[in-house]
C-alpha cells in the first residue's frame, strides 16, 4: 500500500463495507463495523490521511454515456528510446475512449481498456488514433462475452 500504517480487523472490516458502498452513512458504517459513530469516523479519516483510502468515486453505467461496447486491447510496441514511450503513454492516456491504460511487464507491452458507443467506433478509434500511432509494433483487440466478475 506504499505506507507504514498497519491494519487491524477493524480497520480491513470498514475498507470493505466502504468498498461494498463507498456512500454509507458513518452511523450505519460504524453499526456494521461494531463501534460508535465518533470512533468510527476517526478510525476512517486516519485511513484517509493515510493514503489507504485516497478517494470515493461514482459508478456510472457505460451505457448511459453511449460508451456501452468494452475492448481489451494488448499493444506491443517496437520502440525503447524513452522519448518515444513517454510520447506513446501520453498520447493513449489523452484518449477519451481509454478507461485503463497499463505498462505490463514482458509481452504485451501494454493492456488498455477502451470503452465504446459500438463496433463502429472502436473500428474508428482504432483505425484513426491507436493503429497510426509510430510506436505500435502490434494490437491485438479482445471482446469480452460475458462479465463474470468486475470490481466497481
Do not use: W
Not at 32 to 54: F, H
Not at 69 to 89: P, Q, S
Not at 98 to 125: K, L, N, T
Amino acid at each position: 500500500m506504499g505506507n507504514e500504517m498497519s491494519l487491524d480487523a477493524v480497520d480491513r472490516d470498514i475498507l470493505f463495507h466502504l468498498r461494498q458502498d463507498g456512500q454509507l452513512t458513518n452511523v450505519e458504517l460504524a453499526r456494521r463495523v461494531g463501534l460508535t459513530p465518533p470512533p468510527c469516523l476517526r478510525r476512517v479519516k486516519r485511513l484517509e490521511a493515510a493514503g489507504i483510502i485516497a478517494g470515493y468515486r461514482v459508478v456510472i453505467d457505460p451505457e448511459a454515456l453511449g460508451r456501452g461496447l468494452e475492448v481489451l486491447v494488448d499493444v506491443e510496441i517496437y520502440a525503447n528510446d524513452r522519448k518515444t514511450v513517454a510520447e506513446f503513454e501520453e498520447t493513449v492516456a489523452s484518449y477519451e475512449e481509454v478507461i485503463e491504460f497499463r505498462r505490463m511487464y514482458g509481452r504485451p507491452d501494454y493492456f488498455i481498456r477502451v470503452a465504446v458507443a459500438d463496433h463502429a467506433a472502436y473500428e474508428a478509434f482504432l483505425s484513426d488514433r491507436l493503429s497510426g500511432l509510430p510506436a505500435v509494433l502490434r494490437l491485438e483487440s479482445h471482446l469480452t462475452m460475458k462479465k463474470i466478475k468486475a470490481e466497481n
